[in-house]
């Protein structure tokens, strides 16, 4: 019998008294997808960084191919045949995709002779694992699905048998992910083999052969792909039972509460963020916004917030009109009963070094049940984040915490509670479940189908198209600051939105098309 490609063993690892990997078993079968799916902070990164060599293990033992290794740099991973794709590719972003390929590993101490051999060699991988990217392109005016690819090939030019993907989707449209998973096939029918990290369940069922549960640095279970199910997944890596499809009525749309008009904005430079956008949220209404992330999501809830004024166009919220003559900022925005469950919690819902309780009221610090005329009012401080915790169940319960020392799920909940706690008749949710795990998931979207039920208009902006789907009735998307497309929730899939999320039917999409019919 084949030895596994990888055979790890008792595999340890503490950085301080966190313990990110304990005890971790895992064999990976050669010639095969092999996906490690668990939590943020489950440890399945760092069992990847040992693997290739950036930490070393406190303990255990590493296997490739049946033989015991030594790797202590990502020099002897590679020589070891095993490849990396990086969460944030590690690109330079002015050289050519050639160029980028050899880096670090040229053939022969001429360039030119090297670069000559180096082009056959990356023609004859393209062409074999279906990788087609023109070598000349400089790598920085390539669209992402594009770089990964480079990325790819730079570790199979390295002579990579095994490869690790460590969330390779989270930056890929739709129709990117497909391609993405092609190729994958095609390596894993050449023998290579695959190890995808991800925390998405349904990328696990689509292209895995089996399938390794972590959860708290332990490896929780092991399973054929082709025998479990969402739910068994969830489960596993939650620790519980998970409702995974939002739990939700039909909306009943009841009159505008917020509409915005032919809303223009041009950022410092004079580049055009959004462009000419009208749309109208509903009382009792989920509104998504989808979009490869940077097509204006960020700037229209910006301007609905109050954060940007209003440079054209105008917006209405609360019978008020609200336009370059009539300026109002983020607290006038608040008081005419707006929520702003801002995209970035670090930068905009909350100040890191604050504790729970300053978090709890940042942009309310200034009412009167907070502030006396001299001091803030300590106790009511207190009290009002103790209610908020307990209502949205933050855990650790303990106002005095610093905001930092919680889960990125516990920090999105009580910013929640913080923009949810007065009922606003408009929310605006950036985000809502960025870097939040499944079970905090299943609490944010109960907490914000409650709201629309009980009548409030939601405006929700998610770059995960599966919660747009399940979360919303209504669904817009955006693209280089316009709105390209709107459907019915009910009438939306992956492939519609993808489609329209890449735009494709431009020039721009066709030669990437083009491409990859080559
Ligand atoms: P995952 O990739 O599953 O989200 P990680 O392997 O990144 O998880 O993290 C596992 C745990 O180890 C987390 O608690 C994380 O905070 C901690 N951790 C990871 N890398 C470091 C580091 N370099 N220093 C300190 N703690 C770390
Ligand atoms: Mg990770």
Do not use: W
């Not at 708290?216 to 997944?233: F, I, N, Q, S």
């Not at 009943?252 to 904005?265: D, F």
């Not at 097509?295 to 209405?316: F, K």
């Amino acid at each position: 019998m084949q030895p596994p490609a990888i055979d790890l063993r008792k595999i340890n690892k503490s950085f301080g008294p966190v313990q990110a990997n304990k005890n971790v078993n895992l064999k990976v079968a050669k010639g095969s997808i092999h996906g490690i799916i668990g939590e943020n902070g489950a440890g399945k990164s760092t069992l990847m960084s040992i693997l290739y060599g950036f930490y070393e293990a406190d303990s255990g033992e590493i296997l490739v191919n049946g033989k015991l290794s030594s790797i202590r740099s990502s020099k002897d991973a590679i020589y070891a045949g095993i490849g990396m794709v990086h969460q944030h590719f590690m690109l330079i972003e002015n050289f050519s995709v050639l160029e980028n390929v050899m880096l670090g590993a040229e053939l022969s101490s001429s360039l030119k002779e090297s670069k000559i051999s180096a082009r056959e060699e990356l023609q004859r991988l393209s062409n074999e694992f279906g990788l087609a990217v023109d070598p000349d392109a400089i790598t920085g005016d390539l669209a992402v699905g594009l770089q990964q690819r480079v990325e790819i090939l730079k570790a199979l030019y390295r002579g990579a048998e095994i490869l690790i993907l460590d969330e390779p989707t989270g930056v890929l449209t739709p129709q990117e992910v497909r391609q993405l998973f092609e190729i994958l096939n095609a390596l894993r029918k050449r023998g290579v083999s695959v190890m995808l990290i991800t925390h998405k369940l349904q990328e696990i069922l689509a292209i895995t052969d089996e399938v390794t549960v972590m959860r708290g640095g332990t490896m929780v279970a092991t399973r054929e792909t082709a025998t479990t199910t969402k739910e068994e997944l969830a489960e596993l890596m939650v620790g519980r039972k998970v409702l995974l499809e939002v739990d939700k009525t039909p909306a009943k749309p009841g009159k505008v509460l917020l509409e915005a008009k032919n809303l223009t904005i041009k950022d410092s430079s004079g580049v055009t963020r959004l462009d000419n956008v009208s749309l109208k949220v509903h009382a009792g209404e989920i509104l998504g916004i989808a979009g490869v992330s940077g097509n204006g999501q960020t700037e229209l809830l910006d301007v609905l917030s109050g954060i940007v004024a209003v440079q054209q166009g105008s917006v209405v919220l609360g019978g008020c009109a609200i336009d370059k003559d009539n300026v109002l900022n983020a607290k006038d925005f608040r008081h005419l009963s707006l929520g702003h469950v801002a995209e970035d919690r670090h930068k905009q819902g909350m100040v890191t070094d604050f504790s729970a309780r300053e978090t709890a009221i940042m942009g309310f610090q200034d009412e009167p049940e907070f502030n006396g005329r001299i001091f803030m009012n300590n106790k009511a401080v207190t009290e009002h984040c103790v209610k908020l915790m307990a209502e949205f169940d933050v855990r650790p319960g303990n106002p005095h915490l610093k905001s930092a020392n919680f889960s990125g799920g516990n920090q999105q909940k009580l910013c929640i509670a913080r923009e949810m706690e007065r009922k606003p008749k408009v929310l605006l949710v950036g985000q809502p479940t960025r870097g939040v795990d499944i079970g905090a998931i299943e609490f944010i979207h109960q907490q914000v189908v409650s709201l629309r039920d009980a009548g409030s208009a939601v405006l929700v902006v998610s770059v995960e198209l599966e919660e747009v789907m399940s979360l919303c009735d209504r669904i817009i998307v955006m693209f280089e600051g316009r709105i390209v497309g709107e459907m019915a929730a009910a009438d939306a899939d992956a492939q519609k939105l993808g489609l329209l999320m890449g735009n494709a039917g431009s020039e721009s999409d066709t030669s990437a098309q083009e491409i990859t019919a080559s």
